[in-house]
T-cell receptor, first 111, second 117 residues
Framework: RKEVEQDPGPFNVPEGATVAFNCTYS??????FFWYRQDCRKEPKLLMS???SGNEDGRFTAQLNRASQYISLLIRDSKLSDSATYLC????????????FGTGTRLTVIP | NAGVTQTPKFQVLKTGQSMTLQCAQD?????MSWYRQDPGMGLRLIHY???????DQGEVPNGYNVSRSTTEDFPLRLLSAAPSQTSVYFC????????????????FGQGTRLTVV
């Protein structure tokens, strides 16, 4: 079983749409959760950390449900520049900072 | 501020050749790691280091060696390249989560696209 599972998509949405991505993780001891963004042929970059209380950064909202081991990312008012692959990332709780990555969900925002 | 610098960006190797992928960071991060990214697989951890002189294996360590003689550098060595090692390799660094740090951001190098023929 993969440590982190997410729907690979692709998601094709019009500009201005709201889109939600979900992922589940298998290690209940994981303590840190993130969404990273990866543009085509580029390195991953941190989009936002995910906190138990939920957190928002502009048009982006992340939620964590520890009981269900479920993480979500909501993007409101999608822009063309949001087109990318979104990676759900969870740490391994060993005391190092090893990260487990989902396979990524590809988003294309269409004019 | 260079961040994480990886070289080379592209490499073609013949089966059986060896090479070293270089990674350097200038953020004084304790933790460094190497991942490979393959289509449909996500990023998978090869080796990691929590500080100079300390290295350990990740999910997919076979065929690779690492060393960490300084805080800044974490090279990845392919001992005898195989076609199965064709992939995109990313080096990453972050502050250690030791001491209670949480949600430490990982910074990635630009990646090395390796093809083994």
């Amino acid at each position: 079983r993969k440590e982190v599972e997410q729907d690979p998509g692709p998601f094709n949405v019009p500009e201005g749409a709201t889109v939600a991505f979900n992922c589940t993780y298998s290690n209940s001891a994981s303590q840190s959760f993130f969404w990273y963004r990866q543009d085509c042929r580029k390195e991953p970059k941190l989009l936002m950390s995910v906190y138990s209380s939920g957190n928002e950064d502009g048009r982006f909202t992340a939620q964590l449900n520890r009981a269900s081991q479920y993480i979500s990312l909501l993007i409101r008012d999608s822009k063309l520049s949001d087109s990318a692959t979104y990676l759900c990332v969870v740490n391994d709780a060993t005391g190092a900072n090893n990260l487990f990555f989902g396979t990524g969900t590809r988003l294309t925002v269409i004019p | 501020n260079a961040g994480v610098t990886q070289t080379p960006k592209f490499q073609v190797l013949k089966t059986g050749q060896s090479m070293t992928l270089q990674c350097a960071q200038d953020m004084n991060h304790e933790y460094m790691s190497w991942y490979r990214q393959d289509p449909g697989m996500g990023l998978r951890l090869i080796h990691y280091s929590v500080g100079a002189g300390i290295t350990d294996q990740g999910e997919v360590p076979n065929g690779y060696n690492v060393s960490r003689s300084t805080t800044e550098d974490f090279p990845l060595r392919l001992l005898s390249a195989a076609p199965s090692q064709t992939s995109v390799y990313f080096c990453a660094s972050s502050y250690s989560i030791a001491g209670g740090r949480m949600n430490t951001e990982a910074f990635f190098g630009q990646g090395t696209r390796l093809t083994v023929v």
